[in-house]
């Protein structure tokens, strides 16, 4: 792979001399280079370097690890085109747990706090897409994002990424744009160490990847200046212990921006969707998701304010509750930094949060600077539970073709702990990142 990397980079189309023509610039690395009548080869280089530190009350972490993602993309003008990309984490040192499940593996060091980068090597996409003006149809091992990730989504956070053995339409029919999928396997982000079924304890099993039958169906369009999504999530596990995440949801949301004066903008967004038992899950509930956010942007500074409800079926199965629950969610994204909800606790959750952004223009030593501070207010949707709240921070720039960030997450619980693992946490990542 590595020497099909370096001629692919280096490659360039090669012609006679011509006197009066200047010989052709050679080509930006990682940029596509022709190899044939109406034939590119593409490069893909994903780099990241990070250190992430856990600090809770019984434990700590860190971790430095490293990620590259490699691999080539051949297209022909037709719109047909062949991706193949590999990827691998390397960590150096020991000194935190990369499974936050038990597992008989070297990685699996309970006596450090959780931070789910373990050591790794994988095929992450492999994948044949046709794309034309109307629509695009991909088949295979593919990255999918859809909408802010909340439903489903890449985990691009983590430095294993969670890809999807299936096959995507995409296609526009007018002014309504129509996105459909179907997913036999979930490929998380625990990789190779996660995949040994005997490794693991009795009633739980391999989390490498999940076997199902999975359907995503989204719709969108225009009413003036407000943007519709109408969704629906299917999702039918086939592994005995993840059965309870088999769920049906369907939804909608709706989102505007609308220009107040110069350099003013006023956004809006609106969501709701139900979600119950579906497939084989043993767990009969039915529970309400609610989203709406505002934010105003004054040229560089963002204010944003908003309140996102998991809500909980306190009637499940008797007397017990079942919340709202994403497992196929980029969950990083959603609901603090500190990661204390990827796991939506029975008695769900309402997020109450409030955050400030603003980029900084004119530092030609940073370019690219910005900064964001968002605060969570994190309750309970039935019970009166107080669980806590939490302080985010971030800083990023660029320095040439390298992504510099420095991110802080703090976590306090209030009271006794409502939900397993609901604890005071810290955690502080820098990391630098370069891709083509």
Do not use: C
Request: hydrophobic share 40%; charged share 20%.
């Amino acid at each position: 792979m590595r020497k099909i990397l370096t001629v692919a980079a280096l490659a360039a189309p090669l012609g006679f001399a011509q006197p009066a023509l200047a010989a052709p610039a050679a080509p930006k690395f990682g940029a596509p280079v022709q190899v044939g009548d109406g034939f590119t080869l593409d490069p893909i280089i994903d780099a990241r370097l990070r250190w992430e530190h856990v600090d809770q009350p019984t434990t700590d972490a860190d971790a430095v690890t490293l990620r590259l993602r490699a691999g080539v993309e051949l297209k022909h003008v037709s719109g047909l085109s062949l991706l193949v990309e590999g990827e691998g984490t390397l960590a150096i040192g020991a000194d935190y747990n990369a499974f936050p499940f038990a597992v008989a593996v070297k990685q699996r060091r309970p006596q450090f706090s959780t931070i789910p980068d373990p050591e790794n090597i994988d095929l992450n996409r492999a994948q044949i897409q046709y794309k034309s003006k109307a629509a695009t149809l991909t088949l295979g091992r593919q990255r999918i994002n859809i909408d802010d990730q909340r439903w489903v989504g890449s985990v691009g956070w983590r430095q294993n990424e969670q890809t999807f053995d299936a096959v995507r339409g995409e296609a526009k029919l007018g002014p309504v744009a129509l996105d459909a999928t179907y997913a036999i396997s979930q490929r998380t982000i625990f990789g190779i160490d996660a995949g040994r079924a005997a490794d693991f304890a009795p009633g739980t099993g391999p989390r490498q990847h999940y076997k199902g039958d999975f359907v995503f169906l989204n719709a969108t369009g225009k009413l003036g200046p407000i943007n519709l999504r109408a969704f629906s999530y299917l999702l039918d596990y086939d592994p005995s212990f993840f059965l309870a995440n088999s769920s049906q949801t369907y939804g909608g949301k709706a989102t505007g921006s609308f220009a107040l004066a110069k350099k003013v903008k006023l956004n809006l967004m609106a969501s709701y969707a139900r979600q119950s038992d579906y497939g084989k899950n043993p767990v009969n509930y039915a529970a309400d998701y609610i989203a709406g956010e505002a934010g105003l942007a004054v040229d560089k500074l963002t204010l944003t304010g908003g309140y996102e409800e998991l809500g909980s079926d306190r009637t499940a199965a008797a007397g017990a509750s079942r919340a709202v629950q994403t497992p196929m969610a980029t969950l990083h994204k959603l609901n603090g930094w500190a990661d204390m909800f990827l796991t939506t606790p029975n008695k769900g959750l309402r997020d109450y949060y409030a955050g400030v952004a603003y980029k900084f223009d004119g530092v030609k030593a940073l370019p690219g600077l910005n900064a964001a501070v968002i605060w969570h207010k994190f309750d309970s949707d039935i019970g009166h539970l107080d669980y806590g709240d939490e302080w985010d921070a971030s800083l990023g720039f660029k320095v040439k073709q390298v992504a510099i960030l420095a991110k802080y997450a703090n976590y306090k619980r209030h009271g006794a702990a409502d939900f397993a693992g609901d604890q005071d946490t810290e955690k502080f990542w820098l990391q630098a990142e370069v891709s083509f």
